[in-house]
């Protein structure tokens, strides 16, 4: 049951990859959850759900009275006494939305103090992560944004992988590096790359030389099927087979993480 964590600048192509490997599992058979850790929250769109229930679905960090409730304190308190170790046990299966066989929950941020913010909402969503992470047999794909905001240090010792995706551009490469390092910095042991937008050897062999030491498990093409699939709002596992063939490969070099 890996436990997978996505990450890479904004529109590199992580969310298209998070999605594609949540529905390949699921095409297994696999209980997969799907967490949209990304402030622009576009997973959802990814995987097919519509605009209609991506409305009814709501970001746990902002579900203030859940928070308070758990925590032991008012809606929007700060500076007080709060739980350390609320239970999060049921929020996958009270929140999460289904399509495909693929569940979903959307984390959200929290709007306050970064990702050192000591408050009730902070220490909610880390708790929900390692859950997530450590107490749940099931596949767990997590799309975050480029940084670490929901992975604690005994988060990150309990992902199998850290996949960052680059496109070829030395902006992609140099956020990829960093991020990288930040990985290594809180443990997390396996540290890949996936490269998106390639439209040849040339790309390929460039994104391979500028990591260099860093594992690379493949690449997926630029592709004017993915493109389409999210200005229609379809997923692009069904939309886009090269892909979905591409990230099929990804998903054995993976293994068993």
Same mark, same amino acid.
């Given at each position: 049951?890996?436990?997978?964590?996505?990450?890479?600048?904004g529109?590199?192509?992580?969310? +298209?990859?998070?999605?594609?490997?949540?529905?390949?599992y699921?095409?297994?058979?696999?209980?997969?959850?799907?967490?949209?850790?990304?402030?622009d929250?576009?997973?959802g769109?990814?995987?097919?759900? +519509?605009?209609?229930?991506?409305?009814?679905?709501?970001p746990?960090?902002?579900?203030?009275?859940?928070i308070?409730e758990? +925590?032991?304190?008012?809606?929007?308190?700060?500076?007080?006494?709060?739980t350390?170790?609320?239970r999060v046990?049921?929020?996958p299966d009270?929140?999460?939305?289904?399509?495909?066989g693929?569940?979903?929950?959307?984390?959200? +941020?929290?709007?306050?103090?970064?990702?050192?913010?000591?408050c009730?909402?902070?220490?909610?969503?880390?708790?929900?992560?390692?859950h997530?992470?450590?107490?749940?047999?099931e596949v767990?794909i997590?799309?975050?944004?480029?940084g670490l905001?929901?992975?604690g240090?005994a988060t990150?010792?309990?992902?199998?992988?850290?996949?960052?995706?680059?496109?070829?551009?030395?902006?992609?490469?140099q956020t990829?590096?960093?991020?990288?390092?930040?990985?290594?910095?809180i443990?997390?042991?396996?540290?890949?790359?996936?490269?998106?937008?390639?439209?040849?050897?040339?790309?390929?062999?460039?994104?391979?030389?500028?990591?260099p030491?860093?594992?690379?498990?493949?690449?997926?093409?630029?592709s004017?099927?993915?493109?389409?699939?999210?200005?229609?709002?379809?997923?692009?596992?069904?939309?886009?087979p090269?892909?979905?063939?591409?990230?099929q490969e990804?998903?054995?070099r993976l293994?068993?993480?």
């Amino acid at each position: 049951m890996p436990k997978l964590a996505i990450t890479g600048k904004g529109g590199v192509g992580k969310t +298209t990859l998070a999605a594609l490997l949540a529905h390949l599992y699921a095409a297994e058979g696999q209980t997969v959850l799907a967490i949209d850790a990304d402030p622009d929250a576009n997973l959802g769109s990814a995987l097919g759900f +519509t605009p209609e229930a991506l409305a009814r679905m709501h970001p746990i960090a902002d579900m203030k009275d859940l928070i308070a409730e758990r +925590t032991g304190t008012q809606p929007g308190q700060y500076g007080g006494i709060f739980t350390l170790n609320p239970r999060v046990d049921d929020i996958p299966d009270r929140f999460a939305a289904v399509r495909g066989g693929v569940r979903l929950l959307v984390l959200g +941020t929290v709007q306050r103090g970064g990702a050192g913010c000591f408050c009730p909402e902070n220490t909610l969503l880390k708790n929900l992560m390692l859950h997530l992470m450590v107490g749940r047999r099931e596949v767990v794909i997590l799309d975050m944004e480029a940084g670490l905001e929901h992975l604690g240090r005994a988060t990150a010792a309990a992902v199998d992988a850290f996949v960052v995706v680059v496109e070829p551009g030395r902006r992609s490469l140099q956020t990829a590096q960093a991020v990288a390092q930040l990985a290594r910095d809180i443990g997390v042991g396996r540290i890949m790359v996936v490269g998106n937008k390639v439209r040849g050897p040339e790309d390929e062999a460039f994104i391979a030389r500028s990591l260099p030491g860093v594992e690379v498990l493949g690449y997926l093409p630029f592709s004017q099927q993915a493109i389409e699939a999210d200005l229609a709002g379809q997923a692009i596992y069904e939309a886009a087979p090269e892909l979905v063939a591409r990230a099929q490969e990804i998903k054995e070099r993976l293994g068993g993480t």
